[in-house]
């Protein structure tokens, strides 16, 4: 129990009680860490929507970091929410050897092909520089192209 005195407006003293309760400050060091671990990481290896999702996440991180009136299930809650942003990264798609492709299929003469064969091969062409055009595209389309 807490005991201090002071005076009220009028100039007389009196005691006043009150109960002190001691919280432990959160303990952030597994957030600390979260944090370290995304800042390493490069903006170039994911795509454009996870990469902007993950930074959002890591303001907020970082801001609970530094708040010192935060409790210990908001640190807990941030460390989750982290996490499963660095886990819903989604690596970008190696679009070199659909690029050289694409390349190619424009190098190609289309006289020498049936017609059928040329619009085959054309609608595949669009197909193919919509995804290579994708920044959040993934390898899994990439290679079903």
Do not use: C, F, H
């Amino acid at each position: 129990m807490l005991v201090y005195t002071a005076k009220d407006d009028s100039g007389v003293y009196g005691r006043t009680y009150a109960t002190l309760t001691v919280v432990d400050l959160p303990v952030k060091d597994e957030l600390k860490k979260l944090i370290e671990d995304v800042e390493l990481l490069n903006a170039d290896d994911y795509t454009p929507n996870t990469w902007s999702k993950l930074q959002n996440d890591l303001t907020k991180a970082k801001q609970v970091l530094e708040d010192n009136s935060v409790w210990q299930e908001d640190v807990d809650s941030m460390v989750k929410t982290l996490e499963a942003s660095i886990g819903s990264l989604v690596k970008r798609a190696d679009i070199t050897k659909l690029e050289l492709e694409i390349n190619n299929i424009e190098k190609l003469d289309s006289q020498k092909y049936t017609a059928e064969t040329w619009d085959n091969l054309a609608s595949v062409l669009v197909d193919a520089k919509a995804v290579a055009a994708d920044k959040n595209v993934t390898q899994t389309q990439v290679d079903d192209i």
